[in-house]
């Protein structure tokens, strides 16, 4: 689905609020990650380089940045989180756990619920947003569109590399509705949401920028080989150090590498989901976390 570009008075109809789970607690497989030695560290240079600068492109600066920390988080992170609080990119909150309804109440608390709609967005710690990513979603909302919103089309980077993937439920997840008994994006997983109200995917350039990186607990390599030039606007200074591919190494990938991938994410899909008809979200959880501990 492909809407038109909006802006203008009508936009202030609108409290958008993006959701960052920074360094929460985790229970399930991401708590043995999370636990490693220098995992803040890595997360924080990622946050910084790729996450901020997205944020700040934004061609739509009508929004709230909400992110999650851990109260026993240590004082060098909040020393480097600081700048950016001072200077109101972001605003912090201190919890042990997070639910949907906590997000609810803090995006009201935050945004003051001066508008006709709420958007709320979620955007992992260690990703990035294209620089209309706003713009599009509160046209989407003007426009009359309710419910789960997607922007299908982002890129994916792994060291000098990067891939076109289109995915229709991506972890890029936002929800639109007023603030009548609001959900958010954070109701369900990104890939179930549609349990809960209705989804649509919007059409269009790359809308997200995944970074998959040796600390990263579930994100792998999806989509096709592609040269990043059309893409730099999108996303200032995340893709500037990222070479074109040769023509042999598309060929390569589009022959080899990428067929051998969806041939994976095919059987891995249909595995997943068989798993979770059958064990549900905390036994699948469960499941990984024995498998992870395992290894």
């Known amino acids: 689905m492909d809407l038109p570009h909006a802006s203008g008075p009508a936009s202030r109809a609108v409290d958008h609020l993006l959701v960052t789970r920074f360094n929460l607690p985790s229970r399930g497989p991401e708590s043995l990650i999370r636990a490693q030695e220098g995992w803040l560290q890595n997360r924080i240079g990622l946050f910084e380089r790729y996450t901020v600068p997205s944020v700040r492109s934004q061609t739509n600066q009508d929004f709230t940045w909400l992110v999650y920390l851990d109260p026993q988080s240590p004082g060098w992170l909040l020393d480097r989180l600081a700048p950016l609080v001072e200077e109101g990119v972001l605003v912090p909150r201190y919890r042990e756990e997070v639910g949907w309804q906590d997000v609810a109440a803090d995006a ?12 709320t967005t979620n955007l992992d710690n260690d990703d990035a947003l294209a620089v209309d990513f706003v713009e599009r979603l509160r046209h989407a909302g003007l426009a ?3 419910g789960a919103v997607y922007l299908a089309d982002g890129l994916v980077r792994l060291d000098d590399r990067v891939y076109r993937w289109r995915d229709r439920d991506n972890a890029f997840c936002s929800v639109i509705e007023t603030w009548e008994a609001p959900s958010t994006a954070w109701r369900d997983w990104h890939i179930l949401l549609h349990r809960h109200m209705e989804a649509t995917s919007l059409d269009g350039p ?14 792998r390599i999806r989509g096709r080989l592609t040269d990043p030039e ?3 606007s999108l996303f200032p200074g995340a893709l500037d150090d990222v070479a074109s591919p040769t023509r042999r190494a598309l060929l390569v990938d589009a022959l080899v590498s990428r067929p051998a991938r969806e041939t994976r994410e095919v059987v891995r899909g249909a595995g997943k989901r068989v798993l979770l008809a059958a064990l549900g979200k905390q036994g699948l959880e469960r499941l990984k976390e024995g498998l992870r501990a395992s290894t």
């Open 108 to 119: 009201r608390e935050v945004t003051g619920a001066q508008g006709r709609l709420l958007i």
């Open 144 to 146: 009359g569109l309710r």
């Open 206 to 219: 790359p809308g997200w920028l995944q970074i998959i990186h040796h600390r990263n607990v579930s994100n």
């Open 230 to 232: 059309p893409s730099r």
